[in-house]
């Protein structure tokens, strides 16, 4: 079966760096997704790595290891606004989004 | 602005009634989905449609219906057949299915079966 799995809460202080794993097995891979969630409201994009590696785009950086199955999402200089849900997401072989349940980051003063 | 919109937001409905949750959007999109959210749980896709007046089932399609009749607009309906309806829908959308399959969602809609 398909399988995506990632921590169900974390913890981190304002102004730190928090890093968020997922692990995946899925049917093929065409990609993988980060988005943020805020509590009630919808998910938004952050990133989208296919080729092994880092990539970064401002205080959020993702990566990527197709031989491990697995990806990271790294916070910088927390904020409070960036308490969300941060949910991991695989393309498969038949271009599906399969889904993690994500991870609660709460940002704690 | 281009967008999605799902309305309405907070829905409440009796128990053995059929809803339809709306969803348009103006980005001139061509694939289209819905998701159910539960707590602690993944978004988990109920049905998507690739083109007009076609529509394939998702993982969990039992007791929820479709249509596409226009490009820009993908209701769901929830029927009585469905056994916990209550939680939040998302709908979705994206250029094509292709590698590159980055979604955009609407706000949701929260529905509660009393």
């Known amino acids: 079966g398909q399988n995506i799995d990632q921590p169900t809460e974390m913890t981190a202080t304002e102004g730190a760096i928090v890093q968020i794993n997922c692990t995946y097995q899925?049917?093929?891979?065409?990609?993988l997704f980060w988005y943020q969630q805020h509590a009630g409201e919808a998910p938004t994009f952050l990133s989208y790595?296919?080729l092994d590696g880092l990539e970064e785009k401002g205080r959020f950086s993702s990566f990527l290891s197709r031989s491990k199955g697995y990806s990271y999402l790294l916070l910088k200089e927390l904020q409070m606004k960036d308490s969300a849900s941060y949910l991991c997401a695989v393309v498969d072989s038949n271009y599906q989004l399969i889904w993690g349940a994500g991870t609660k980051l709460i940002i704690k003063p | 602005d281009g967008g999605i919109t799902q309305s309405p937001k907070y829905l409440f409905r009796k128990e053995g009634q059929n809803v339809t949750l709306s969803c348009e959007q103006n980005?001139?999109?061509?694939?289209m989905y819905w998701y159910r959210q539960d707590p602690g749980q993944g978004l988990r896709l109920i049905y998507y449609s690739q083109i007009v007046n076609d529509f394939q089932k998702g993982d969990i399609a039992e007791g929820y219906s479709v249509s596409r009749e226009k490009k820009e607009s993908f209701p769901l309906t929830v029927t009585s057949a469905q056994k916990n309806p209550t939680a939040f829908y998302l709908c979705a959308s994206s250029a094509s299915e292709s590698s590159y399959n980055e979604q955009f969602f609407g706000p949701g809609t929260r529905l509660t079966v009393l």
């Open positions: 790595n296919v």
């Open positions: 899925t049917s093929g891979f065409n990609g």
């Open positions: 980005l001139n999109h061509d694939a």
